[in-house]
């Protein structure tokens, strides 16, 4: 079946510093859609990304990820890590002809001032 | 403004209780999804749905049933409660294909204790 590998638990970083967290995917469909979602303390996952363009860079609120078919791949970028991005980042798969939408397990973002 | 709202917003039942949880979006979207999240193990797909009438089991469908009567609602049902399934509950609509792409958006959460 579907699966997303999000090989990070926890990301700890000094502020002013970049920031890249993993996403692999695995689907027998050809199309799929990539998510990143964000998930602050006591709140919902809130989109950050999307995408299904092959090769085609995404960007939002400073952060940017580029879909890679040919790895499967859909890692999460930042030049810059702030207080603020402190959170449960998600990487999100949707596939299927009935759009099954699994997530990763997660990856914590600790900045650090 | 797309919204996505669920009811009860806190829970607590008994085990072997039946316990009923709501979602409810008034965004026309034909996808709708119950995860469960707990520490360690991120957001878990329990069932999910492609339209009214439909219902699909997600990757631990065990002891949880689903239930689609509408375009705008999608129940979760724990028919015997236990203890393993305290944790906190997401809806989420959306992730039709098509001109829209809308990306699915979450709920607010339930947060449900089985004691």
């Known amino acids: 079946g579907d699966s997303v590998t999000q090989t990070e638990g926890l990301v700890t970083l000094t502020e002013g510093l970049p920031v890249m967290l993993n996403c692999t995917y695995q689907t027998i469909y050809s199309n799929p859609f990539l998510f990143w979602y964000v998930q602050h303390l006591n709140e919902s996952p809130r989109l950050l990304l999307k995408s299904f363009t092959d090769n085609k860079r995404t960007e939002h609120q400073g952060f940017h990820a580029t879909l890679h078919k040919s790895s499967s791949s859909f890692h999460l970028q930042k030049s810059s890590a702030q207080l603020s991005d402190s959170a449960l980042y998600y990487c999100?798969?949707?596939?299927?002809?009935?759009?099954?939408?699994?997530f990763g397990a997660g990856t914590r973002l600790a900045v650090c001032p | 403004e797309a919204a996505v709202t669920q009811s009860p917003r806190n829970k607590v039942a008994v085990t072997g209780g039946k316990v009923t949880l709501s979602c409810n979006q008034t965004n026309n979207h034909n996808n709708m999804y119950w995860y469960r999240q707990d520490t360690g193990h991120g957001l878990r797909l329990i069932h999910y749905?492609?339209?009214?009438?439909?219902?699909e089991k997600g990757d631990i469908p065990d002891g949880y049933k689903a239930s689609r009567p509408s375009q705008e609602n999608f129940s979760l049902i724990l028919e015997l409660a236990t203890p393993s399934q305290t944790s906190v509950y997401f809806c989420?609509?959306?992730?039709?294909?098509?001109?829209?792409?809308?990306?699915?958006?979450f709920g607010e959460g339930t947060r449900l204790s089985v004691l």
């Open positions: 999100a798969l949707l596939s299927g002809s009935f759009n099954k939408l699994t």
């Open positions: 749905s492609y339209g009214a009438g439909s219902t």
């Open positions: 989420a609509s959306g992730g039709d294909r098509g001109e829209n792409n809308q990306a699915p958006l």
